[in-house]
């Protein structure tokens, strides 16, 4: 099987800015076996950037298209609303919705609560309409985000928390409303007690396996975070569950793989 990264954003500034960057993650990531990239959408220029570089790898690259919440922190309402009419003529395009979300963290938020969780709320709608998965970027929120989707109701294909970094209670709660738990770098930190306990309960058919590459850096990473550190994620989950790092990256692609229905 070939493996997955979940989520990642090789259309952010720091790689989109030179293209040979690029094709070297995109060869060091075939020749370790992983050859599709889910995006993480984070506001109108940056889906422009994602088309740009699918276009240049259809086979290797899907289109991922979301308000993101620090996006829509650091706009005006109108710009907001402008962005969520361009998300629903482009949405049909992308294989998902994301990310969209809430993050609570003060220096993020700001005055922005409301705004963002009307905004969450419109995306929810825009998932059900067009069926599409969500990528969900929840931060110091999940109490609120998981009352927002138990109001609103799930969308019918439901998607994932992404980059989860939290307790077992708190997975728990988005599982039984069908999301599955995205993992990435912050496994790798021995120290984080609390996501590793809940990695070492998580029903693994609910586990993805991310990057968030340029950030969410691995432990002992150097420069920026790239897709083939999905190894590094991957051997850390192993070591908690007793499972080799194949194993690891081949639940988590095969659940990618039926989420997606690919
Ligand atoms: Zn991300």
Redesign the pocket.
């Known amino acids: 099987m070939k493996f997955v990264d979940a989520?990642?954003?090789w259309a952010d500034m720091r790689f989109a800015q030179d293209s040979s960057q690029i094709d070297r993650m995109l060869q060091a990531c075939l020749v370790k076996n992983i050859d599709f990239f889910l995006q993480?959408g984070?506001n109108p220029e940056e889906w422009q950037r994602q088309i740009a570089i699918k276009a240049r790898y259809p086979e290797n690259i899907g289109l991922c298209f979301g308000l993101?919440p620090y996006f829509v922190s650091d706009s005006e309402v109108e710009v907001c609303e402008a962005a969520l009419d361009e998300l629903s003529k482009l949405l049909p395009d992308a294989m998902a919705l994301g990310?969209a979300g809430l993050d609570f963290r003060p220096h993020i938020m700001k005055e922005s609560e409301l705004l963002q969780i009307e905004m969450f709320e419109n995306q929810i709608e825009l998932a059900k309409v067009f069926q599409k998965p969500m990528v969900l970027?929840i931060v110091q929120a999940h109490e609120k985000a998981n009352q927002i989707l138990e109001i609103w109701g799930s969308p019918e294909r439901k998607g994932f928390l992404?980059?989860f970094n939290g307790s077992f209670d708190t997975a728990k709660k988005f599982i039984d409303k069908g999301f599955l738990i995205s993992v990435g770098g912050a496994i790798t930190h021995e120290k984080n007690s609390k996501l590793r306990d809940c990695i070492s309960k998580i029903p693994l058919e609910y586990l993805l396996i991310e990057s968030?590459s340029p950030?969410?850096t691995p432990a002992g990473w150097r420069g920026l975070n790239e897709s083939v550190s999905i190894y590094n994620v991957a051997e850390a989950i192993a070591n908690i569950r007793n499972l080799s790092v194949f194993d690891v990256l081949e639940i988590g692609s095969g659940n990618f793989k039926r989420l997606f229905r690919l």
């Open positions: 989520h990642s954003h993480g984070v993101h990310e970027h992404h980059a968030d950030d969410q």
